[in-house]
């Protein structure tokens, strides 16, 4: 059972949940950007929650069914079509032997997720899938590259269709304005207070120099009272503040260690919603802390685990 790529368009990589366990020897982990619509693409199809998907950005992306499927997609609206009909994210579709699946352009944020019953099947390095390029680590031949043209990306046989879908209150909205909760890090009391005051009174904007490794945004310039710090370890959406003062959030393919000054650090599902934000967005951020963070995520899990309508609850 198989797609063919058809057109490979701008950015689309083969994902699972990460590779951990290696960021001591300089590995980072990878992985999708926004893990709240990677995990529901595959519960809305009662996959295994790791199973590999296709992250998709923005669009021009297309894809050719050699067998029948059963698919999910969500994140960003990319008008997605079915042989030039259109079709809604954040829930499953049926596609038959000869369909033609295309993600045209951004509608509503910036990662789609295209998730098939039972997993792509890519190659595996250090125990995962998850591509990360600049590593030369994961994809489909292990070895971090994009999908190209003429690409086969190989699945199981869905043996029934099930129609589920995310109810609409749940789905985020990525065009409303952004405003982020910041867990101080090592370095929050290096910032004098007027410092952070300006730094979570103000707004920023998300700058043209966005990717996989970080978010540069730009606003009021905010200054440590270090000039800089022996390099540590860092942290899926940590706020690291160079010397120009611009706040740089670090993602899923940051380097492993980093000797800027942090500020704080986003929850995972903060930095995925950042992910889906594109230039020129404006973000503010409030102070939050670890029990919050920890808070919304038994949330998110447990409605994971209870489904949605067409899912069978476990």
């Not at 190659?123 to 899938?129: E, N, Q, Y």
């Not at 009174?201 to 120099?209: A, C, E, L, R, T």
């Not at 404006?282 to 102070?287: D, E, K, L, N, W």
């Amino acid at each position: 059972m198989s797609f063919e790529v058809l057109e490979p368009g701008m950015l689309a990589l083969i994902q699972d949940s990460g590779r951990y366990g290696y960021q001591h020897i300089g590995v980072t982990t990878g992985g999708p950007m926004d893990e709240f619509a990677f995990f529901w693409a595959n519960r809305l199809l009662d996959n295994d929650l790791n199973a590999a998907q296709v992250e998709i950005t923005f669009g021009r992306f297309s894809l050719l069914a050699q067998h029948d499927a059963c698919i999910a997609i969500t994140g960003a609206d990319l008008g997605a079509r079915i042989n030039d009909r259109e079709i809604a994210p954040w829930r499953t579709h049926r596609i038959s032997c000869g369909d033609r699946l295309d993600f045209t352009a951004p509608v509503s944020g910036l990662r789609a997720y295209l998730a098939v019953s039972g997993g792509v099947r890519p190659a595996m390095k250090l125990g995962s899938c998850a591509t990360v390029s600049r590593e030369g680590l994961g994809g489909l031949d292990g070895h971090g590259a994009k999908l190209a043209k003429g690409d086969r990306l190989e699945f199981d046989r869905a043996e029934t269709f099930v129609a589920a879908l995310l109810p609409e209150p749940e789905i985020p909205d990525y065009r409303q304005h952004l405003s982020l909760g910041v867990i101080p890090g090592y370095q929050y009391r290096d910032f004098p207070a007027v410092q952070r005051m300006k730094f979570f009174s103000g707004d920023y904007q998300v700058s043209q120099n966005i990717d996989r490794m970080g978010y540069r945004l730009k606003g009021d310039a905010i200054h440590s009272d270090l000039d800089g710090i022996v390099s540590e370890g860092i942290a899926y959406g940590a706020i690291q503040v160079p010397s120009d003062g611009q706040p740089i959030v670090l993602m899923k393919d940051r380097q492993t260690i980093g000797g800027y000054p942090k500020i704080g650090c986003l929850s995972a599902l903060d930095a995925g919603l950042l992910s889906q934000r594109a230039p020129g967005t404006s973000v503010s951020f409030y102070p939050s802390d670890v029990a919050e963070a920890e808070a919304r995520r038994l949330l998110f899990n447990r409605r994971l685990k209870t489904g949605a309508p067409g899912i069978r609850a476990d």
